[in-house]
């Protein structure tokens, strides 16, 4: 099944190759006449794929840097998060160029090449990992490697949503891996970032929207992705961004809720809340470019609406008996044995 672009869990590709050595027997590799013809092309110095290998894949980029790594150090940042299964790290900046592939190598040596980004930063053994034939750093390194890589607020809490919508961490993990880290070039802006980050988020979009709401429009913090149900226990709907107090839904609405479909499911949705006495809005792909546009948007939206007191709403955050809370993240990580392993390192 085709991966959907807005899912932020993703898998590794099927037909993956691991750049091979000079070998004169051809058993592991090609020979040195082989990859002097078009058959091959070169990774990096000494590492070989054939020459159909297609580089443009981003798991192939980081498989093919990554194999430089030999007797210490690991892929960290975006591709270490990418390789682990966090769809948004897709390593390209805004723009579309691509991001080169961060390293880490502790006091090992190994040379700059042009799409690579090699630290020589302290690597201890417990945070790297064999991860499906490449070294990695855990999780909680990567994630803090590529917050403090661009010295941006908002991207830094985006970088932590999207890794926390990937099931990877939580931000509370963070939090506390981050507490040991006090001494660290950045760390004042990734705990700014914590401070701001949900696990709640689905998308790089709703993330932005969320900080323009927060921090361009100085609005209580909202509920993300929390279902709303009418007081006979139907949904009405799970918007992106909720202000409970005020009654009022928030959404981004990207490039895909323009099909026609989603567009009449869109409708419908928007006229359930507004039939509730809930207060709508919608961001679209391009007006977060002009944040304090978009702020007073909202704004302007939230003064309409209705701010009634619980007794005299047509709506609730209360689920019925057929929707039972889900497991939090941390629950989840818990269960399945990471959370240990995502604190102590």
């Not at 890794?163 to 509370?172: G, M, N």
């Not at 880290?181 to 802006?189: D, F, I, K």
Request: hydrophobic share 40%; aromatic share 6%.
């Amino acid at each position: 099944m085709a991966q959907h672009p807005w899912d932020p869990v993703c898998t590794r590709p099927d037909g993956l190759v691991r750049p091979s050595r000079i070998d004169t027997s051809a058993r592991t590799g090609p020979t040195r006449g082989l990859v002097q013809g078009h058959g091959f092309r070169r990774t990096s110095r000494g590492l070989y794929v054939a020459s159909d290998v297609d580089s443009s894949i981003v798991e192939q980029r980081i498989l093919e840097q990554g194999a430089r790594l030999r007797k210490y150090g690991a892929v960290t940042g975006w591709a270490c998060l990418r390789w682990r299964g966090a769809q948004f790290f897709d390593g390209t900046a805004p723009g579309g160029t691509q991001l080169p592939v961060p390293l880490v190598v502790g006091a090992a040596k190994l040379r700059a090449v042009p799409g690579v980004l090699v630290s020589q930063e302290q690597l201890a053994p417990s945070e790297r990992e064999w991860v499906a034939g490449l070294w990695c750093t855990t999780t909680q390194r990567a994630l803090f490697d590529e917050m403090r890589r661009h010295g941006q607020l908002r991207q830094a809490v985006v970088d932590m949503d999207m890794a926390a919508a990937a099931r990877l961490i939580s931000v509370d993990l963070m939090r506390s891996y981050v507490g040991h880290r006090s001494a660290w070039t950045g760390v004042p802006l990734v705990r700014q970032a914590l401070r701001l980050a949900t696990n709640e988020s689905r998308s790089p979009q709703e993330s932005r929207m969320r900080l323009t709401w927060l921090l361009d429009a100085g609005l209580p913090a909202p509920v993300c992705n929390r279902p709303v149900f009418d007081l006979s226990g139907q949904l009405l709907g799970v918007p992106d961004l909720f202000d409970e107090e005020a009654g009022l839904v928030g959404e981004y609405d990207g490039a895909d809720h323009r099909e026609s479909t989603r567009h009449r499911s869109d409708v419908a949705r928007q006229q359930r809340f507004r039939d509730h006495g809930l207060e709508y809005f919608a961001i679209v792909a391009g007006d977060l470019r002009d944040r304090s546009a978009a702020a007073q948007r909202m704004l302007n939206t939230r003064a309409r609406a209705k701010f009634l007191p619980p007794e005299s709403r047509a709506w609730t955050l209360t689920r019925p008996v057929w929707s039972p809370e889900p497991e939090s993240l941390d629950e989840q990580l818990l269960r399945l044995g990471l959370a240990a392993d995502l604190t102590h390192r």
